[in-house]
Protein backbone atom coordinates (compact mmCIF):
# COMPACT_ATOMS: atom_id res chain seq x y z
CA UNK A 1 0.00 0.00 0.00
CA UNK A 2 2.81 2.46 0.91
CA UNK A 3 4.73 1.55 -1.83
CA UNK A 4 2.49 3.24 -4.07
CA UNK A 5 3.41 6.79 -2.72
CA UNK A 6 5.89 8.93 -4.70
CA UNK A 7 8.83 10.98 -3.09
CA UNK A 8 7.25 14.10 -3.82
CA UNK A 9 3.90 12.85 -2.58
CA UNK A 10 5.57 11.75 0.52
CA UNK A 11 7.27 15.35 1.46
CA UNK A 12 3.48 16.31 1.37
CA UNK A 13 2.02 14.09 3.54
CA UNK A 14 5.72 14.73 5.91
CA UNK A 15 4.59 18.55 5.36
CA UNK A 16 1.06 18.38 5.97
CA UNK A 17 1.93 16.31 9.36
CA UNK A 18 4.95 18.90 10.26
CA UNK A 19 2.06 21.88 9.82
CA UNK A 20 -0.63 20.03 12.22
CA UNK A 21 1.93 19.47 15.12
CA UNK A 22 3.04 22.84 14.69
CA UNK A 23 -0.51 24.06 15.87
CA UNK A 24 0.32 22.53 19.61
CA UNK A 25 0.16 25.81 21.24
CA UNK A 26 -2.81 26.78 19.94
CA UNK A 27 -4.27 23.34 21.23
CA UNK A 28 -5.93 22.50 24.72
CA UNK A 29 -3.62 19.95 25.37
CA UNK A 30 -0.45 22.41 24.48
CA UNK A 31 -2.12 25.15 26.10
CA UNK A 32 -2.62 22.74 29.37
CA UNK A 33 1.24 22.12 29.45
CA UNK A 34 1.56 25.45 31.21
CA UNK A 35 -1.09 26.43 32.47
CA UNK A 36 -0.60 25.98 36.22
CA UNK A 37 2.98 27.68 35.85
CA UNK A 38 0.76 30.02 33.53
CA UNK A 39 -1.40 31.05 36.44
CA UNK A 40 1.17 31.49 39.08
CA UNK A 41 2.59 34.44 36.58
CA UNK A 42 -0.08 36.41 36.14
CA UNK A 43 -3.44 38.25 38.07
CA UNK A 44 -5.84 35.75 36.87
CA UNK A 45 -8.25 32.87 38.90
CA UNK A 46 -8.60 29.70 37.50
CA UNK A 47 -12.08 30.61 36.22
CA UNK A 48 -10.87 33.95 34.94
CA UNK A 49 -8.11 31.88 32.32
CA UNK A 50 -11.36 29.31 31.85
CA UNK A 51 -13.16 32.08 30.25
CA UNK A 52 -10.46 33.93 28.66
CA UNK A 53 -9.94 30.46 26.83
CA UNK A 54 -13.30 29.64 25.98
CA UNK A 55 -13.99 33.22 24.72
CA UNK A 56 -10.49 32.51 22.63
CA UNK A 57 -11.47 29.12 20.96
CA UNK A 58 -15.13 30.64 19.79
CA UNK A 59 -13.11 33.49 18.18
CA UNK A 60 -10.34 31.72 16.89
CA UNK A 61 -12.31 29.35 15.20
CA UNK A 62 -13.56 32.27 12.81
CA UNK A 63 -10.07 32.30 11.17
CA UNK A 64 -10.85 28.62 9.59
CA UNK A 65 -12.78 30.56 6.62
CA UNK A 66 -10.58 33.25 5.43
CA UNK A 67 -7.86 30.28 6.11
CA UNK A 68 -9.78 27.87 3.74
CA UNK A 69 -10.41 30.57 1.25
CA UNK A 70 -6.35 31.29 0.94
CA UNK A 71 -5.54 28.04 0.33
CA UNK A 72 -7.40 27.66 -2.60
CA UNK A 73 -6.59 30.52 -3.84
CA UNK A 74 -3.06 30.79 -3.11
CA UNK A 75 -2.30 27.25 -2.47
CA UNK A 76 -1.92 25.38 1.33
CA UNK A 77 2.00 25.54 0.88
CA UNK A 78 2.24 29.24 0.68
CA UNK A 79 -0.61 29.45 3.63
CA UNK A 80 0.85 26.81 6.13
CA UNK A 81 4.37 28.33 5.82
CA UNK A 82 3.21 31.89 6.92
CA UNK A 83 0.62 30.81 9.71
CA UNK A 84 3.21 29.12 10.87
CA UNK A 85 5.77 32.04 11.31
CA UNK A 86 3.07 34.18 12.61
CA UNK A 87 2.32 31.61 15.54
CA UNK A 88 5.39 31.71 16.32
CA UNK A 89 5.56 34.99 16.58
CA UNK A 90 2.37 35.14 18.90
CA UNK A 91 3.83 32.85 20.80
CA UNK A 92 7.27 34.55 21.49
CA UNK A 93 5.06 37.25 22.47
CA UNK A 94 2.54 35.24 25.26
CA UNK A 95 6.69 34.30 26.57
CA UNK A 96 6.96 37.57 27.45
CA UNK A 97 3.86 38.96 28.00
CA UNK A 98 3.22 40.24 31.68
CA UNK A 99 -0.47 41.88 31.03
CA UNK A 100 -3.46 39.95 31.43
CA UNK A 101 -4.91 41.40 28.64
CA UNK A 102 -1.89 40.46 25.89
CA UNK A 103 -2.21 37.35 27.67
CA UNK A 104 -6.04 37.34 26.44
CA UNK A 105 -4.96 38.30 23.07
CA UNK A 106 -2.13 36.29 22.60
CA UNK A 107 -4.12 33.34 23.64
CA UNK A 108 -6.88 34.25 21.08
CA UNK A 109 -4.51 34.45 18.28
CA UNK A 110 -2.96 31.05 19.38
CA UNK A 111 -6.25 29.53 19.10
CA UNK A 112 -6.93 31.35 15.44
CA UNK A 113 -3.85 31.00 13.99
CA UNK A 114 -3.16 26.95 15.34
CA UNK A 115 -6.32 25.17 16.08
CA UNK A 116 -8.08 27.05 13.17
CA UNK A 117 -6.18 28.29 10.55
CA UNK A 118 -2.98 26.45 10.49
CA UNK A 119 -5.39 22.77 10.92
CA UNK A 120 -6.88 23.45 7.41
CA UNK A 121 -3.92 24.95 6.08
CA UNK A 122 -2.38 21.24 6.98
CA UNK A 123 -5.34 19.29 5.37
CA UNK A 124 -5.09 20.80 2.28
CA UNK A 125 -1.84 20.48 2.07
CA UNK A 126 -2.51 16.51 1.54
CA UNK A 127 -6.02 16.75 0.53
CA UNK A 128 -5.51 18.58 -2.87
CA UNK A 129 -2.46 16.45 -3.93
CA UNK A 130 -4.44 13.00 -3.78
CA UNK A 131 -7.29 11.45 -5.67
CA UNK A 132 -7.41 7.54 -6.21
CA UNK A 133 -4.69 7.27 -3.32
CA UNK A 134 -5.95 9.51 -0.54
CA UNK A 135 -7.03 7.35 1.87
CA UNK A 136 -3.52 5.86 1.94
CA UNK A 137 -2.14 9.11 2.19
CA UNK A 138 -4.03 10.52 4.53
CA UNK A 139 -4.08 7.14 7.20
CA UNK A 140 -0.31 8.17 7.38
CA UNK A 141 -0.95 11.76 7.83
CA UNK A 142 -3.31 10.87 10.58
CA UNK A 143 -0.47 8.18 12.01
CA UNK A 144 2.59 10.86 11.69
CA UNK A 145 0.43 13.28 13.55
CA UNK A 146 0.05 11.59 16.13
CA UNK A 147 3.70 10.48 16.60
CA UNK A 148 4.61 13.93 16.20
CA UNK A 149 2.25 14.93 19.20
CA UNK A 150 3.81 11.92 21.65
CA UNK A 151 7.01 13.39 20.65
CA UNK A 152 6.24 17.04 21.05
CA UNK A 153 3.96 16.75 24.35
CA UNK A 154 7.07 15.45 26.20
CA UNK A 155 9.74 17.43 24.77
CA UNK A 156 8.03 20.61 25.76
CA UNK A 157 6.76 19.18 29.30
CA UNK A 158 10.12 18.31 29.95
CA UNK A 159 11.54 21.56 28.59
CA UNK A 160 9.08 23.50 30.59
CA UNK A 161 9.76 21.88 34.21
CA UNK A 162 13.36 22.26 33.48
CA UNK A 163 13.56 25.67 32.54
CA UNK A 164 10.39 27.51 33.13
CA UNK A 165 7.46 28.13 31.10
CA UNK A 166 8.30 31.61 29.25
CA UNK A 167 12.08 30.08 28.17
CA UNK A 168 10.57 26.87 26.60
CA UNK A 169 7.59 28.76 25.12
CA UNK A 170 10.07 31.33 23.48
CA UNK A 171 12.08 28.30 22.20
CA UNK A 172 8.63 26.54 20.87
CA UNK A 173 7.84 30.69 18.96
CA UNK A 174 11.05 30.03 17.18
CA UNK A 175 11.14 26.55 16.76
CA UNK A 176 7.67 27.16 14.62
CA UNK A 177 9.39 30.43 12.67
CA UNK A 178 12.20 27.98 11.83
CA UNK A 179 9.52 25.14 10.63
CA UNK A 180 8.15 28.02 8.02
CA UNK A 181 11.11 28.05 5.58
CA UNK A 182 10.82 23.95 6.10
CA UNK A 183 7.07 23.95 5.26
CA UNK A 184 7.75 25.55 2.27
CA UNK A 185 10.62 23.28 1.02
CA UNK A 186 8.78 19.88 1.91
CA UNK A 187 5.53 21.40 0.50
CA UNK A 188 7.26 21.62 -3.18
CA UNK A 189 6.51 18.55 -5.61
CA UNK A 190 2.62 18.31 -7.14
CA UNK A 191 0.58 20.67 -8.46
CA UNK A 192 -1.72 22.47 -5.72
CA UNK A 193 -4.67 22.75 -7.45
CA UNK A 194 -5.04 19.78 -8.71
CA UNK A 195 -4.35 16.05 -7.54
CA UNK A 196 -1.23 14.42 -8.42
CA UNK A 197 -2.65 11.07 -8.66
CA UNK A 198 -5.74 11.19 -10.27
CA UNK A 199 -8.34 13.44 -12.78
CA UNK A 200 -8.54 17.26 -12.58
CA UNK A 201 -9.25 18.39 -9.28
CA UNK A 202 -13.07 19.95 -10.07
CA UNK A 203 -15.42 19.89 -7.63
CA UNK A 204 -18.41 21.26 -5.61
CA UNK A 205 -18.20 24.82 -4.27
CA UNK A 206 -18.42 25.17 -0.65
CA UNK A 207 -22.21 26.53 -1.07
CA UNK A 208 -22.95 23.37 -3.13
CA UNK A 209 -21.82 21.21 -0.01
CA UNK A 210 -23.61 23.28 2.20
CA UNK A 211 -26.99 22.79 0.90
CA UNK A 212 -26.63 18.94 0.87
CA UNK A 213 -26.97 16.40 3.35
CA UNK A 214 -23.63 14.45 3.32
CA UNK A 215 -21.51 17.82 4.94
CA UNK A 216 -23.82 18.50 7.59
CA UNK A 217 -23.98 14.71 8.15
CA UNK A 218 -20.37 14.31 9.00
CA UNK A 219 -19.59 17.41 9.94
CA UNK A 220 -22.06 16.98 13.09
CA UNK A 221 -20.63 13.42 13.46
CA UNK A 222 -16.78 14.59 14.00
CA UNK A 223 -17.49 17.84 15.99
CA UNK A 224 -19.70 15.31 18.22
CA UNK A 225 -16.76 13.57 18.37
CA UNK A 226 -14.83 16.63 18.91
CA UNK A 227 -16.87 17.66 21.73
CA UNK A 228 -16.70 14.48 23.74
CA UNK A 229 -13.01 14.30 23.24
CA UNK A 230 -12.04 17.46 24.12
CA UNK A 231 -14.73 17.24 27.54
CA UNK A 232 -13.29 13.55 28.56
CA UNK A 233 -9.52 14.93 27.71
CA UNK A 234 -9.84 18.06 30.43
CA UNK A 235 -11.52 15.89 32.68
CA UNK A 236 -10.52 12.11 32.39
CA UNK A 237 -8.59 11.93 35.64
CA UNK A 238 -11.74 13.34 37.48
CA UNK A 239 -14.10 11.22 35.65
CA UNK A 240 -12.10 8.10 37.07
CA UNK A 241 -11.82 8.97 40.26
CA UNK A 242 -15.42 9.13 40.63
CA UNK A 243 -15.64 5.33 39.49
CA UNK A 244 -12.61 5.25 42.74
CA UNK A 245 -9.99 4.90 40.29
CA UNK A 246 -6.27 6.52 41.39
CA UNK A 247 -4.79 9.39 39.34
CA UNK A 248 -2.15 6.92 37.88
CA UNK A 249 -5.25 5.33 36.13
CA UNK A 250 -5.92 8.06 34.26
CA UNK A 251 -1.94 8.02 32.84
CA UNK A 252 -2.03 4.42 32.17
CA UNK A 253 -5.22 4.94 29.91
CA UNK A 254 -4.09 7.76 27.85
CA UNK A 255 -1.02 5.47 27.12
CA UNK A 256 -3.73 2.90 25.75
CA UNK A 257 -6.09 4.73 23.82
CA UNK A 258 -2.62 6.47 22.18
CA UNK A 259 -1.08 3.34 20.98
CA UNK A 260 -4.53 2.03 19.93
CA UNK A 261 -5.28 5.49 17.85
CA UNK A 262 -1.70 4.82 16.01
CA UNK A 263 -2.95 1.37 15.09
CA UNK A 264 -6.43 2.66 14.23
CA UNK A 265 -4.99 5.71 12.02
CA UNK A 266 -3.05 2.97 10.10
CA UNK A 267 -6.60 0.52 9.92
CA UNK A 268 -8.86 3.51 9.03
CA UNK A 269 -6.47 4.53 5.81
CA UNK A 270 -6.67 0.88 4.77
CA UNK A 271 -10.22 0.34 5.41
CA UNK A 272 -11.14 3.49 3.66
CA UNK A 273 -9.29 2.24 0.23
CA UNK A 274 -11.94 -0.89 0.25
CA UNK A 275 -15.58 0.37 2.22
CA UNK A 276 -17.12 3.27 1.26
CA UNK A 277 -16.26 6.13 3.76
CA UNK A 278 -19.96 6.51 5.25
CA UNK A 279 -19.29 2.42 6.66
CA UNK A 280 -16.48 3.72 8.12
CA UNK A 281 -17.49 6.83 9.77
CA UNK A 282 -20.63 4.50 10.94
CA UNK A 283 -18.33 1.92 12.40
CA UNK A 284 -16.64 4.98 14.31
CA UNK A 285 -19.84 5.87 15.77
CA UNK A 286 -20.77 2.98 17.12
CA UNK A 287 -17.26 2.23 18.82
CA UNK A 288 -17.52 5.63 20.51
CA UNK A 289 -21.26 5.28 21.58
CA UNK A 290 -20.40 1.96 23.02
CA UNK A 291 -18.05 3.59 24.75
CA UNK A 292 -19.80 6.21 26.53
CA UNK A 293 -22.67 4.27 27.67
CA UNK A 294 -19.44 2.01 29.24
CA UNK A 295 -17.87 4.72 31.23
CA UNK A 296 -20.07 5.28 33.83
CA UNK A 297 -20.21 1.24 34.35
CA UNK A 298 -16.53 0.61 34.65
CA UNK A 299 -15.41 -0.98 38.13
CA UNK A 300 -12.31 -2.79 37.43
CA UNK A 301 -8.96 -1.66 35.66
CA UNK A 302 -10.05 -4.36 32.97
CA UNK A 303 -13.10 -1.99 32.29
CA UNK A 304 -11.12 0.67 31.97
CA UNK A 305 -8.30 -0.26 29.87
CA UNK A 306 -11.40 -1.72 27.54
CA UNK A 307 -12.72 1.63 27.57
CA UNK A 308 -9.23 3.32 26.84
CA UNK A 309 -9.39 1.03 23.80
CA UNK A 310 -12.73 1.99 22.50
CA UNK A 311 -11.81 5.85 22.65
CA UNK A 312 -8.72 5.34 21.01
CA UNK A 313 -10.15 2.99 18.21
CA UNK A 314 -13.10 5.38 17.73
CA UNK A 315 -10.54 8.76 17.51
CA UNK A 316 -8.12 6.56 15.06
CA UNK A 317 -11.10 6.06 12.85
CA UNK A 318 -12.78 9.21 13.20
CA UNK A 319 -9.72 11.60 12.32
CA UNK A 320 -9.28 9.66 9.08
CA UNK A 321 -12.38 10.53 8.19
CA UNK A 322 -12.47 13.76 8.98
CA UNK A 323 -9.25 14.54 6.76
CA UNK A 324 -10.52 12.36 3.87
CA UNK A 325 -14.11 12.64 3.33
CA UNK A 326 -14.16 16.03 2.23
CA UNK A 327 -11.91 15.55 -0.58
CA UNK A 328 -14.01 12.67 -1.93
CA UNK A 329 -17.12 13.72 -1.31
CA UNK A 330 -16.33 17.38 -2.96
CA UNK A 331 -13.40 17.36 -4.97
CA UNK A 332 -10.11 19.47 -4.82
CA UNK A 333 -10.78 22.93 -6.75
CA UNK A 334 -13.14 24.20 -3.54
CA UNK A 335 -11.36 21.98 -0.81
CA UNK A 336 -9.86 24.64 1.62
CA UNK A 337 -13.00 26.90 1.75
CA UNK A 338 -14.98 23.28 2.76
CA UNK A 339 -12.64 21.67 5.09
CA UNK A 340 -12.47 25.52 6.81
CA UNK A 341 -16.62 25.41 7.17
CA UNK A 342 -16.27 21.79 8.48
CA UNK A 343 -13.09 22.85 11.08
CA UNK A 344 -14.82 25.72 12.55
CA UNK A 345 -17.46 23.24 13.39
CA UNK A 346 -15.00 21.42 15.56
CA UNK A 347 -13.36 23.86 16.78
CA UNK A 348 -16.67 25.47 18.20
CA UNK A 349 -17.72 21.82 19.73
CA UNK A 350 -14.38 21.10 21.09
CA UNK A 351 -15.20 24.89 23.10
CA UNK A 352 -18.84 23.77 24.43
CA UNK A 353 -17.64 20.12 25.41
CA UNK A 354 -15.41 20.73 29.06
CA UNK A 355 -17.96 23.56 29.90
CA UNK A 356 -21.09 21.35 28.98
CA UNK A 357 -19.20 18.02 31.16
CA UNK A 358 -18.53 20.84 34.20
CA UNK A 359 -22.54 22.22 34.29
CA UNK A 360 -23.28 18.79 34.50
CA UNK A 361 -20.86 17.65 37.25
CA UNK A 362 -22.04 20.66 39.50
CA UNK A 363 -26.19 20.49 38.66
CA UNK A 364 -26.29 16.60 38.95
CA UNK A 365 -22.94 15.75 41.08
CA UNK A 366 -21.90 13.36 38.14
CA UNK A 367 -21.36 13.13 34.75
CA UNK A 368 -23.34 9.93 33.97
CA UNK A 369 -26.14 11.73 32.67
CA UNK A 370 -24.21 13.50 29.96
CA UNK A 371 -22.32 10.47 28.88
CA UNK A 372 -25.57 8.93 28.35
CA UNK A 373 -27.03 11.66 26.65
CA UNK A 374 -24.06 12.06 24.55
CA UNK A 375 -24.07 8.58 23.48
CA UNK A 376 -27.90 9.14 21.62
CA UNK A 377 -26.35 11.63 19.96
CA UNK A 378 -23.61 10.19 18.55
CA UNK A 379 -25.37 6.93 17.51
CA UNK A 380 -28.06 9.33 15.69
CA UNK A 381 -25.03 10.39 14.01
CA UNK A 382 -23.25 6.93 13.06
CA UNK A 383 -26.61 5.99 11.61
CA UNK A 384 -27.19 9.25 9.32
CA UNK A 385 -22.91 8.75 8.64
CA UNK A 386 -24.04 5.28 7.47
CA UNK A 387 -27.15 6.37 5.24
CA UNK A 388 -26.10 9.25 3.65
CA UNK A 389 -25.17 9.30 -0.37
CA UNK A 390 -22.39 11.54 -0.95
CA UNK A 391 -22.66 14.09 -3.99
CA UNK A 392 -22.18 13.35 -7.50
CA UNK A 393 -19.86 15.90 -8.58
CA UNK A 394 -18.12 16.92 -11.72
CA UNK A 395 -14.69 16.96 -12.92
CA UNK A 396 -12.79 19.10 -15.44
CA UNK A 397 -14.54 17.51 -18.41
CA UNK A 398 -17.86 18.39 -17.19
CA UNK A 399 -18.92 15.03 -16.67
CA UNK A 400 -20.48 14.35 -13.47
CA UNK A 401 -19.22 10.92 -11.20
CA UNK A 402 -19.66 10.04 -7.96
CA UNK A 403 -17.01 10.38 -5.19
CA UNK A 404 -14.37 7.47 -5.50
CA UNK A 405 -15.93 6.03 -2.01
CA UNK A 406 -19.13 4.97 -3.95
CA UNK A 407 -17.63 3.84 -7.26
CA UNK A 408 -16.83 0.89 -6.36
Not at 181 to 192: H, I, K, S, T, Y
Not at 215 to 241: D, H, K, M, P, R
Amino acid sequence: MLRTLRRNEWAAICAGALAMVATLPGRTQGLGLITEPLLASFPVSRVGFAEINLWATLIGSLACLPAGRLADRFGPRAVAAVLSALLGATVLAMGVATAVTVLAVTVTLTRGLGQSALSVASLALVGKRFESRLAVAMGMFALLVAVGFIAAFPTLGSAILSRGWRPAWSALGWALIVAAPVLWLLGRGANEDQAADGPAAGGLTLGEALRGPAFWTFAVASSLFGLVYSGIALFNQSILEQRGFEAGVYHQVLVISTMVGLVANFAGGWAATRWPIQRLMGIGMAILAAALVALPLVATYSHVAAYGVAMGAAGGIVTVVFFTVWRQAYGGEHLGRIQGAAQMMTVLASAVGPLLLARTLERTGSYDSIFYLLAAAVALAGVGSWLVALPARPVANGVERLAPALES
